[in-house]
């Protein structure tokens, strides 16, 4: 149960003043954390300000650089009204000490206007100035007011990451009705801690992130984020102890198989393991043979080869009578496993079954009648599958295919539910080791660090936009060749038409140029209608898949050979890396051509480099993290850590250590979260959304 003194903050956002329901989509969109839900006051409120405006600056107009956000003290001059019905905008001058400036109105209301800017009357005018031949102009002033109530305007002033159609003001508006939500919640800190660092309780950080009154506090060093930061940090640690110590009290159990499956499986594998594959596989046995559960993290580079760790070691667990499942997060992804493990499957007797949101209620019906039963050993869906209901005879091993998202709290929960299941995790790196202990927590690693034998680096270039035509020449005589081309545009949101234009135009450019059908694949398209466009390149019916980001996650091709990344500058490196592992899977060498639109900003220009420089996951990775911080486009600050608002693996690290012990001392002196401090740190899971660990405990 919740407790009842979160409930305002737990109340949709369309119950804040200006919010109704076409706003409240806007804003769940950028700041809520459930997809199918309106976003909460609560996570309206960790939407922190990218940026501050300092009202304070004023230089005189003549001084106003182009771009400035400045405060004027004007004289109101003339005011240049366009006939009515012209499209003509409305001007009014207006001069100080130093010179003279033109406020601009597009679809002026006239009498409002006059009523604010009255001519010859003193005005303090705070807005954004541009410079135009030689003259500066600030289009729709944020403020017009008179001397005696300029301290009614805010000196320092948030500004919000925005989206299109919301404005500043409407979440302003909000935010500030959110504020006055917030209650005083008991503290679940330690007072020792408090007094240590110094920090604010958790109302008063909030209220200075959203008002603050000077440059540094929003910044991530400041008193106020750094209490935030470590509370959402000790939030997570503490669901993640929580899901351990849940495990450890249900208890494992030790299987001790003979290992001929295993050994039927490797054997029947067409290639040798590499070192780091059979380490792993011999370090999950060991942990399937302890009477404890294994909670491990398979961590290796896209193409590594997780999917045969995986399957020789669920093959252990299945040697016992128990069943496997394996989670995948796309539909696409839990086919290709399908597919990539039948036939070793099938050679080795393993009863292999895939569930997907396609099958008939028939379908459906049988298979579950099947697992249940235990007539299958195996199952492969995607995760939404197993969050329905479905039950096993007797599951024993759980393989969650993450890739690289990091929703992994809820199905920790969710798989810790079942007596005795050993969970594995897999994951395409690369995570740095900070990252790890972050979305993780303490889980055991193994990592693949080895590349399979045989297999050449990929040459990776960058080409300007440019010289497309060139490019696709080039691609004309390497399909000559035989070779096979993923051409990759940015991301299909829902609502970027544009984007969707972008890729249906590049595909009918390219099957024009090239001659040929080149296959599509988007995120608008069906299920059906994808597969039937992956299969024809996989069958090599066509030579040229066009392909948004879906392909990111794991399609294996393996003799496809060539990988463009078109608008590569709008790429992070993490997804770069991702999207280049598609190629340089078979044996053949393999490149990559980074197509970027210039000029590159210095932080773009940074991540082709790296690109360029180096195959190695782990360096990427650490690089990703440095460059990350910048805050690279202007005014936008990236929040860099996935699955955190406030929290920053760059530049919080060190709270994240302290907020792992704090959490494991928590849990070693009120396991049931009993005592009073206990009862705060409920409410602290809830406020972060991390309270599916809650559950677990035994008083609920
Ligand atoms: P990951 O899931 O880590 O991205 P996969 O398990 O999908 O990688 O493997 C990528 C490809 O490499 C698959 O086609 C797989 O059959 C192949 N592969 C895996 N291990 C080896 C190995 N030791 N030697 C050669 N090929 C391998
Ligand atoms: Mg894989």
Same mark, same amino acid.
């Given at each position: 149960?919740?407790?009842?003194?979160?409930?305002?903050?737990? /109340?949709?956002?369309?119950?804040?003043?200006?919010?109704?329901?076409?706003?409240?989509?806007?804003?769940?969109?950028?700041?809520?954390?459930?997809?199918?839900?309106?976003?909460?006051?609560?996570?309206?409120?960790?939407?922190?300000?990218?940026?501050?405006?300092?009202?304070?600056?004023?230089?005189?107009?003549? #001084?106003?650089?182009?771009?400035?956000?400045?405060?004027?003290?004007?004289?109101?001059?003339?005011?240049?009204?366009?006939?009515?019905?012209?499209?003509?905008? &409305?001007?009014?001058?207006?001069?100080?000490?130093?010179?003279?400036?033109?406020?601009?109105?597009?679809?002026?209301?006239?009498?409002?206007?006059?009523?604010? &800017?009255?001519? $010859?009357?003193?005005?303090?005018?705070?807005?954004?100035?541009?410079?135009?031949?030689?003259?500066?102009?600030?289009?729709?002033?944020? #403020?017009?007011?008179?001397?005696?109530?300029?301290?009614?305007?805010?000196?320092?002033?948030?500004?919000?990451p925005l989206t299109a159609g919301l404005s500043s003001k409407t979440l302003h508006k909000a935010m500030q009705a959110a504020l006055d939500k917030l209650p005083r919640l008991p503290e679940w800190l330690n007072g020792p801690h408090l007094q240590k660092t110094g920090w604010p309780d958790f109302a008063d950080a909030l209220r200075t992130l959203h008002v603050p009154s000077e440059r540094s506090d929003i910044e991530p060093t400041s008193p106020f984020v750094e209490r935030l930061a470590y509370d959402?940090?000790?939030?997570?640690?503490?669901?993640?102890?929580?899901?351990?110590?849940?495990?450890?009290?249900?208890?494992?159990?030790?299987?001790?198989?003979?290992?001929?499956?295993?050994?039927?499986?490797?054997?029947?594998?067409?290639?040798?393991?590499?070192?780091?594959?059979?380490?792993?596989?011999?370090?999950?046995?060991?942990?399937?043979?302890?009477?404890?559960?294994?909670?491990?993290?398979?961590?290796?580079? =896209?193409?590594?080869?997780?999917?045969?760790?995986?399957?020789?070691?669920?093959?252990?667990?299945?040697?016992?009578?128990?069943?496997?499942?394996?989670?995948?997060?796309?539909?696409?992804?839990?086919?290709?496993?399908?597919?990539?493990?039948?036939?070793?499957?099938? /050679?080795?007797?393993?009863?292999?079954?895939?569930?997907?949101?396609?099958?008939?209620?028939?379908?459906?019906?049988?298979?579950?009648?099947?697992?249940? !039963?235990?007539?299958?050993?195996?199952?492969?869906?995607?995760?939404?599958?197993?969050?329905?209901?479905?039950?096993?005879?007797?599951?024993?091993?759980?393989?969650?295919?993450?890739?690289?998202?990091?929703?992994?709290?809820?199905?920790?929960?969710?798989?810790?539910?079942?007596?005795? =299941?050993?969970?594995?995790?897999?994951?395409?790196?690369?995570?740095?080791?900070?990252?790890?202990?972050?979305?993780?927590?303490?889980?055991?690693?193994?990592?693949?660090?080895?590349?399979?034998? $045989?297999?050449?680096?990929?040459?990776?270039?960058?080409?300007?936009?440019?010289?497309?035509?060139?490019?696709? /020449?080039?691609?004309?005589?390497?399909?000559?060749?035989?070779?096979?081309? #993923?051409?990759?545009?940015?991301?299909?949101?829902?609502?970027?038409?544009?984007?969707?234009?972008?890729? !249906?135009?590049?595909?009918?450019?390219?099957?024009?140029?090239?001659?040929?059908?080149?296959?599509?694949?988007?995120?608008?398209?069906?299920?059906?209608?994808?597969?039937? /466009?992956?299969?024809?390149?996989?069958?090599?019916?066509?030579?040229?898949?066009?392909?948004?980001?879906?392909?990111?996650?794991?399609?294996?091709?393996?003799?496809?050979?060539?990988?463009?990344?078109?608008?590569?500058?709008?790429?992070?490196?993490?997804?770069?890396?991702?999207?280049?592992?598609?190629?340089?899977?078979?044996?053949?060498?393999?490149?990559?051509?980074?197509?970027?639109?210039?000029?590159?900003?210095?932080?773009?220009?940074?991540?082709?480099?790296?690109?360029?420089?180096?195959?190695?996951?782990?360096?990427?990775?650490?690089?990703?993290?440095?460059?990350?911080?910048?805050?690279?486009?202007?005014?936008?600050?990236?929040?860099?850590?996935?699955?955190?608002?406030?929290?920053?693996?760059?530049?919080?690290?060190?709270?994240?250590?302290?907020?792992?012990?704090?959490?494991?001392?928590?849990?070693?002196?009120?396991?049931?979260?009993?005592?009073?401090?206990?009862?705060?740190?409920?409410?602290?899971?809830?406020?972060?959304?991390?309270?599916?660990?809650?559950?677990?405990?035994?008083?609920?």
């Amino acid at each position: 149960m919740r407790p009842p003194i979160l409930d305002p903050l737990f /109340a949709p956002v369309s119950t804040l003043p200006g919010i109704g329901p076409k706003i409240a989509k806007l804003v769940s969109g950028l700041v809520g954390t459930q997809p199918d839900r309106d976003a909460t006051v609560a996570d309206l409120l960790f939407h922190a300000p990218a940026s501050l405006i300092d009202r304070r600056h004023r230089p005189g107009i003549a #001084y106003s650089e182009n771009g400035d956000i400045v405060t004027l003290d004007v004289t109101i001059g003339r005011h240049a009204a366009p006939p009515r019905h012209s499209k003509a905008p &409305y001007k009014i001058n207006a001069y100080d000490d130093t010179g003279a400036i033109d406020f601009v109105f597009f679809h002026p209301r006239r009498d409002w206007l006059e009523k604010t &800017y009255p001519e $010859g009357q003193r005005r303090i005018v705070s807005g954004k100035v541009e410079w135009f031949n030689d003259r500066p102009q600030m289009v729709h002033p944020d #403020y017009s007011l008179e001397p005696g109530e300029a301290a009614s305007m805010p000196q320092i002033e948030a500004v919000y990451p925005l989206t299109a159609g919301l404005s500043s003001k409407t979440l302003h508006k909000a935010m500030q009705a959110a504020l006055d939500k917030l209650p005083r919640l008991p503290e679940w800190l330690n007072g020792p801690h408090l007094q240590k660092t110094g920090w604010p309780d958790f109302a008063d950080a909030l209220r200075t992130l959203h008002v603050p009154s000077e440059r540094s506090d929003i910044e991530p060093t400041s008193p106020f984020v750094e209490r935030l930061a470590y509370d959402e940090l000790l939030a997570s640690q503490l669901a993640l102890a929580l899901v351990r110590a849940h495990m450890r009290t249900l208890g494992g159990i030790a299987r001790s198989p003979s290992g001929k499956l295993q050994a039927a499986v490797v054997g029947a594998l067409p290639f040798q393991l590499t070192g780091s594959q059979s380490q792993a596989i011999q370090e999950i046995n060991e942990d399937l043979a302890k009477p404890v559960r294994m909670l491990r993290l398979l961590q290796g580079d =896209v193409g590594s080869g997780k999917t045969v760790v995986a399957l020789a070691t669920l093959a252990q667990v299945i040697e016992t009578g128990a069943q496997g499942a394996l989670m995948a997060p796309t539909e696409i992804l839990a086919r290709q496993h399908f597919a990539s493990m039948q036939p070793l499957c099938e /050679a080795t007797g393993i009863r292999l079954a895939l569930i997907t949101g396609k099958d008939s209620q028939k379908e459906r019906r049988i298979r579950q009648e099947q697992l249940e !039963a235990g007539d299958i050993d195996l199952v492969v869906g995607t995760h939404a599958l197993f969050q329905g209901s479905i039950a096993f005879k007797n599951l024993g091993m759980v393989v969650v295919d993450e890739q690289h998202r990091f929703g992994v709290h809820q199905r920790l929960a969710l798989s810790g539910k079942n007596q005795g =299941v050993d969970v594995l995790v897999m994951t395409a790196t690369p995570i740095p080791r900070t990252l790890v202990l972050t979305c993780f927590g303490d889980m055991d690693v193994s990592r693949l660090t080895d590349k399979p034998a $045989g297999r050449k680096p990929i040459k990776t270039v960058s080409v300007s936009l440019d010289r497309l035509d060139e490019i696709i /020449a080039r691609i004309g005589s390497a399909i000559q060749e035989g070779q096979k081309v #993923y051409w990759v545009c940015p991301l299909v949101e829902e609502s970027e038409k544009i984007d969707l234009a972008a890729v !249906a135009d590049r595909h009918r450019v390219l099957e024009h140029a090239l001659n040929q059908t080149v296959s599509l694949v988007h995120g608008r398209m069906s299920s059906d209608e994808k597969d039937a /466009a992956m299969a024809d390149f996989k069958s090599g019916r066509t030579n040229v898949l066009v392909a948004t980001t879906v392909i990111e996650v794991g399609v294996d091709v393996p003799d496809a050979t060539i990988i463009v990344i078109e608008h590569a500058e709008r790429f992070g490196l993490a997804q770069l890396h991702q999207l280049r592992g598609r190629v340089g899977r078979g044996d053949k060498p393999s490149s990559c051509v980074l197509l970027y639109k210039g000029p590159l900003g210095e932080t773009a220009g940074a991540r082709l480099n790296i690109m360029r420089e180096t195959n190695d996951g782990f360096l990427i990775a650490e690089e990703d993290l440095k460059l990350r911080g910048g805050g690279e486009i202007l005014g936008t600050r990236q929040s860099g850590t996935p699955g955190f608002r406030i929290a920053n693996a760059e530049f919080h690290a060190d709270l994240m250590e302290t907020a792992r012990d704090d959490a494991r001392l928590i849990l070693e002196t009120d396991p049931d979260l009993d005592t009073a401090r206990g009862e705060a740190l409920r409410s602290l899971l809830y406020l972060f959304g991390r309270d599916a660990a809650i559950r677990l405990l035994r008083a609920g």
